[in-house]
């Protein structure tokens, strides 16, 4: 069964707009964290975000947020003013307590940023 | 921040034949490295969980025979791809998690394989 899921395949977003990518997750283990990265396009993956399932605020960093509603399962994340370079895949993944440190991605969206 | 990475690059073979791919945690010491194979525009799929001293740990459908992992060392895990078949092409990441503040994983640069 899926265990992440984004729905987005593809966004076009214009530079300086902020941006939403959909995350949802699946999990009955109640301490677990959830993950954004960026993969460009060189392949290379970027650790952007991180919230963990007993964390009472949403996470924070930099141009990055994340939208996180346990009770919906979602940990959406939001780009602030949309830079060109922020043209990649995103990827959502989850590390459960019980899943030794495996980390589960989502389908990834493409973000394509537009001038 | 840790540093992983990877060699070679990218790697060309011909059907048959069998390669090798290492991944090096630089600044860090790995007892655990995780093995993952994307093909183009889809997801990272995890095929195996790479444990220093002893046997990997394959996922579901993946042939332990065919890729065969290795963690001799602390900071060096090592897939083979056994004889080799156009199918197998793909892009080839590692991973190790660093003692970080969200025990993130830190992912190497990648290894694309190509198969002719």
């Known amino acids: 069964a899926q265990k992440i899921t984004q729905t987005q395949p593809g966004m076009f977003v214009q530079e300086k707009e902020a941006v939403t990518l959909d995350c949802t997750y699946d999990?009955?283990?109640?301490?677990?964290?959830l993950f954004w990265y960026k993969q460009p396009s060189s392949g290379e993956m970027i650790f952007l975000i991180y919230q963990g399932s007993y964390d009472q605020q949403n996470a924070t960093e930099g141009r990055y947020s994340l939208n996180f509603q346990k009770a919906r399962k979602s940990a959406n994340l939001v780009i602030s003013a949309s830079q060109l370079g922020d043209s990649a895949m995103y990827f959502c993944a989850m590390r459960e307590r019980g899943g030794w440190g495996k980390l589960q991605f989502g389908a990834g969206t493409q973000v394509v940023v537009t001038p | 921040g840790a540093v992983v990475s990877q060699h070679p690059s990218w790697v060309i073979c011909k059907s048959g034949t069998s390669v090798k791919i290492e991944c090096r945690s630089l600044d860090f010491q790995a007892t655990t490295m995780f093995w993952y194979r994307q093909f183009p525009k889809q997801s990272l799929m995890l095929m195996a969980t790479s444990n220093e001293g002893s046997k990997a740990t394959y996922e579901q459908g993946v042939e332990k025979d065919k890729f065969l992992i290795n963690h001799a060392s602390l900071t060096l895990s090592t897939l083979t791809v056994t004889s080799a078949h156009p199918e197998d092409s793909s892009f080839y990441i590692c991973?190790?998690?660093?003692?970080?503040?969200?025990?993130?994983?830190?992912f190497g640069p990648g290894t694309r394989l190509t198969v002719l």
């Open positions: 991973s190790a998690p660093g003692m970080s503040l969200y025990n993130e994983q830190f």
């Open positions: 999990t009955s283990d109640p301490s677990y964290g």
